[in-house]
């Protein structure tokens, strides 16, 4: 259904209450946006009616942040669905696609390692990795600490003996037809130069991921079976080496404590709250053992209690990862609504999912322990962020009154111009969101419309760049009839790719004095924009600079708001300057390759992406070059030589600091 509309002259819930009997009375999810059409709240219930009503009561009576929300809010609409696993699955969409600022969000307070497997490959190679999960790759974990993860592994090499080698290292070992160093120390079956199929590998592949997984009984029979085989045999060697291989798999298995005697499989959830903030801890256990540990920590948005605390976070953790939903969730309170959410996690593993309160036993004792963690946690970020949050709010203020600003500047953009001499000109565009880095943010810019070195062009062709996208993605969204999607998203409906600009920054930052901010400002005024502010902050002095004053803006040198927009534009440097060197490295080797006879563009970008740098190209020798599909031995020993000169005439060139003089060698 279409939005309710605010009037102009008010502002607050009752501006956009919907008319009384208007909302019906099935299950559905209801959104609430912002004036600018952004959604900020997402929920579900199984009464639109009763649920939605509850919102428009007196102010006093609602929750903190939830009175903050219905007083930012100007406009609420929803869906109706016809059960209650729908609108489960809808509102976590929802959450996904809009990402709302006043939803319970459980973000790690660090980064944790995960054992990764990359199955999908052809040599499937394991290694320790951070940060989202990508297909066709296993993980186990995750872990508290990487070195823990990576001295299992390399216990578990000697029994398992896949490959645990980057790319570049096995590809230069098939090259030259001898494995590393793990291959000759038998920790590695060397499947680079042959001594193993791709089926073998991937038999041995199987056998890892089974016992991390938990089969570990199987391989602890199988091995000493054969050992005491192999000593009734009087293979003595062999039995020593399989003893040698029991051990390692049983010192791996001593670094993870049996918890829960019946083998279970489990994740172990507890909670600590207080009024403002919730920290959640997890113990995955699969097999009676620990095999990992995770924490989040996350704002309270309404006045709810633990169960309803519990939804949103099982919620969160499992519908869009079906792989790690457990056969069974231990929790210290039943959600609302159990058996809805046991039948959505049921469909999702593909087999029935019990989510239960422990009671006694091993299983309590065990959630009493996740439970102290959870508690040592929400002390420790609470210590943490005492400071960090309020320093950020004071910058944040600081910047709003020096620049008299109408709001506080909660999305900062800061751009930067980076060129050599006027060659390969790039842009950068770094983001700030509440005083914080939001790296996925981040977008780079080719000047491709200005010649030669000018920095003030090359910032009025950026500015107009990025705010004519505003625009264009703003269109997109606009109200169609029928159509109940208004304001912008996260999410391209039609191509399921994030939207890159789509929302409007509270500040405009750029590196610069006043010919910069006035060529930022003219790109705003020509596009029609006269909501978003300007700045510069010039390096010499550090002067804050406002279009049209003659005179900058002086921020004390001990001010927070000075030194958080240091670091806007520090960061906006420091990525301009990597995008910049990384085309000039193409750029030279392009250069360098231009006059080799039989070497055309689509062998040149083959050479470049297989070596990846000048550097790595000239240590390289004729063979390695040959290598490359498509470059035979007479072009690869063209293209050794043209690097090697080019490498001669560097170092016969060199320039003396003191005087500036080029001297020749």
């Known amino acids: 259904m279409p939005p309710a509309r605010p009037s102009r002259a008010a502002r607050g819930p009752l501006s956009y209450r919907p008319e009384p009997g208007s909302i019906p009375t099935q299950p559905g999810v209801y959104r609430f946006r912002d004036p600018r059409g952004r959604v900020i709240y997402v929920g579900k219930a199984k009464n639109l009616r009763a649920r939605l009503s509850s919102y428009f009561q007196d102010i006093g009576n609602l929750h903190q942040r939830t009175a903050t929300m219905v007083t930012t809010a100007a406009s609420v609409e929803w869906t109706v669905v016809n059960t209650e696993v729908e609108a489960l699955q809808l509102e976590y969409s929802w959450i996904k696609e809009f990402d709302p600022r006043f939803n319970v969000k459980y973000r790690d307070d660090k980064s944790y390692p995960w054992l ?38 390399d216990i578990l090499l000697r029994v398992f003996p896949m490959r645990s080698c980057s790319n570049g290292v ?76 029991l051990g390692a798999l049983n010192r791996a298995l001593e670094k993870q404590a049996v918890v829960l005697g019946d083998g279970a499989d489990a994740d172990v959830i507890a909670l600590a709250e207080d009024p403002l903030e919730v920290a959640v801890q997890i113990f995955y256990v699969r097999g009676g053992r620990i095999r990992g540990q995770r924490g989040w920590v996350a704002d309270r948005v309404e006045d709810g209690e633990t169960p309803e605390l519990v939804q949103d976070f099982l919620l969160q953790l499992y519908a869009g990862d079906p792989e790690s939903v457990p056969r069974e969730i231990l929790v210290p309170a039943l959600p609302p609504d159990v058996e809805v959410f046991e039948e959505l996690l049921s469909e999702l593993r593909g087999s029935r999912v019990a989510i239960r309160v422990p009671q006694r036993g091993d299983k309590k004792t065990l959630q009493e322990t996740v439970a102290r963690n959870a508690g040592q946690a929400l002390v420790l970020h609470k210590t943490r962020r005492a400071s960090d949050l309020t320093t950020r709010n004071r910058a944040l203020e600081e910047i709003q009154q020096a620049l008299e600003l109408d709001e506080v500047p909660l999305r900062m953009e800061c751009y930067d111009v980076s060129n050599l001499q006027g060659t390969e000109v790039v842009a950068s565009m770094v983001v700030f969101e509440d005083g914080l880095a939001r790296k996925s943010e981040y977008r780079r810019f080719v000047i491709r419309g200005v010649d030669g070195q000018n920095d003030v062009a090359s910032m009025h062709e950026v500015i107009t760049r990025r705010f004519r996208r505003l625009l264009d993605e703003q269109a997109r969204s606009e109200v169609k009839p029928g159509d109940d999607t208004t304001g912008p998203m996260l999410v391209d409906p039609e191509t399921g790719r994030p939207r890159k600009f789509a929302y409007a920054p509270g500040l405009v930052v750029v590196d610069g004095g006043p010919p910069q901010v006035a060529a930022a400002q003219r790109a705003l005024d020509e596009l029609g924009i006269d909501d978003i502010p300007v700045c510069g902050l010039a390096k010499r002095l550090e002067e804050v600079w406002l279009p049209g004053q003659e005179d900058p803006v002086i921020l004390a040198r001990s001010s927070e708001g000075l030194y958080l927009l240091q670091r806007l534009r520090d960061e906006a440097h420091r990525f301009a300057i990597g995008h910049h060197r990384s085309r000039r490295s193409k750029s030279m080797v392009e250069s360098l390759l231009d006059d080799v006879p039989g070497l055309g563009e689509v062998r040149r970008r083959t050479l470049l992406k297989h070596f990846g740098s000048l ?51």
């Open 116 to 153: 990764a497997v990359t199955v999908g490959e052809e040599f499937p190679r394991v290694m320790v990795g951070r940060g989202a999960k990508k297909r066709g790759t296993r993980y186990f974990g995750p872990y508290s600490h990487a070195w823990a993860i990576r001295e299992t592994v």
């Open 170 to 245: 096995f590809k230069r070992s098939a090259q030259i037809g001898r494995p590393c160093l793990l291959g000759y120390i038998d920790k590695c079956s060397a499947p680079c130069v042959g001594n193993v199929s791709a089926e073998q590998h991937r038999e041995i592949v199987d056998d890892f991921c089974d016992f991390m997984g938990g089969q570990t009984r199987p391989f602890i029979r199988r091995i000493e079976k054969e050992m005491y085989a192999a000593s009734d045999a009087m293979d003595f060697e062999k039995a020593a080496r399989l003893r040698d291989d």
């Open 615 to 665: 550097k790595k190209l000239r240590t390289a020798t004729v063979e390695e070059i040959a290598q490359v599909p498509g470059i035979g031995t007479r072009t690869a020993t063209a293209i050794k030589d043209a690097v090697t000169e080019s490498a001669e005439t560097r170092q016969t060139v060199s320039v003396n600091t003191a005087t500036g003089e080029i001297e020749e060698g």
